[in-house]
């Protein structure tokens, strides 16, 4: 029963920014972590990588897997009583914490508010209709995901990023970033990377660009900059009416 409530929690933040704000991230308190320490993430959901912060509960996702050096385990399955589960190092190095929502829903108050949606991520080719508006009143329902990815260092800024099993992800690799839909590199997908070069209130900078044939963008990035890369998939659930997404990020302190 608990663990229904905390699924109905994260729905609700999530829904409840919908409609303004469409980045969503967890956010460790430091992205490098001394020996023995532990990190402390929190969920972000806002605009150009400022929003609100909400308590992280890894047992409220379908999936919470924090990996490192040779090893990852799921939170998501963490049992509920006893203690809390803690983000230490399996070993120094690189590691990530990745989570998968459960199905949420929206629906979309106006025809013209989906479109603008479409217009905001990139996807105006997907608008249904040959007019401007529908000829008849008609309400558009979504059903969304979000797999988000986060990279942070525990003692020195040594290791690889790795795929950990989320259905899409992206991955760094070195001077790229890959995205992967399923097993494979996901070509010509549409994706923004929103950076800020140092702490609040610095300006953002947003680069709009195109995975390659192997799926990978290669954007410079600021040093030091807080950056959040994201694309949206969308495609067709039933009809006209009925749509489904999938949000797919990766947030990183640049070396």
């Known amino acids: 029963m608990f663990k229904a409530f905390l699924r109905i929690l994260v729905l609700s933040h999530s829904v409840a920014m919908t409609a303004h704000a469409h980045e969503f991230w967890v956010e460790p308190d430091r992205m490098m972590i001394p020996e023995g320490g532990v990190m402390a993430p929190v969920l972000r959901i806002g605009e150009q990588l400022s929003g609100e912060t909400y308590r992280f509960q890894p047992q409220a996702y379908a999936q919470a897997i924090w990996s490192g050096p040779a090893d990852q385990v799921d939170f998501s399955r963490w049992p509920l009583s006893g203690p809390k589960p803690a ?4 070993a120094p190095g690189l ?9 949420q829903k929206l629906t979309y108050a106006t025809p013209d508010d989906f479109r603008a ?8 080719d997907l608008w249904p209709w040959e007019t401007a508006s529908p000829a008849a009143p008609i309400q558009i329902r979504e059903t969304y995901r979000r797999y ?5 260092h525990f003692t020195a800024r040594t290791g690889m990023d790795r795929r950990v099993g989320l259905r899409r992800e992206w991955v760094w690799d070195t001077d790229a970033f890959v995205l992967f839909d399923r097993e494979a590199p996901k070509a010509n997908q549409k994706t923004k990377v929103t950076c800020r070069a140092g702490p609040a ?4 900078t947003e680069i709009h660009m195109v995975t390659g044939q192997d799926g990978t963008i290669r954007p410079v990035l600021p040093s030091g900059g807080r950056c959040l ?26 070396p």
Not at 95 to 103: D, G, I, L, Q
Not at 236 to 251: I, Y
């Open 87 to 90: 983000f230490r190092a399996f």
């Open 95 to 103: 590691h990530s914490v990745a989570v998968a929502t459960f199905p």
């Open 117 to 124: 949606f479409l217009v905001e991520v990139g996807r105006e």
């Open 148 to 152: 988000a990815k986060t990279i942070v």
């Open 201 to 204: 209130p610095q300006a953002v």
């Open 229 to 254: 890369i994201n694309t949206v998939f969308m495609e067709k659930d039933a009809g006209q009416d009925m749509w489904k997404s999938d949000w797919v990020s990766l947030f990183l302190l640049v």
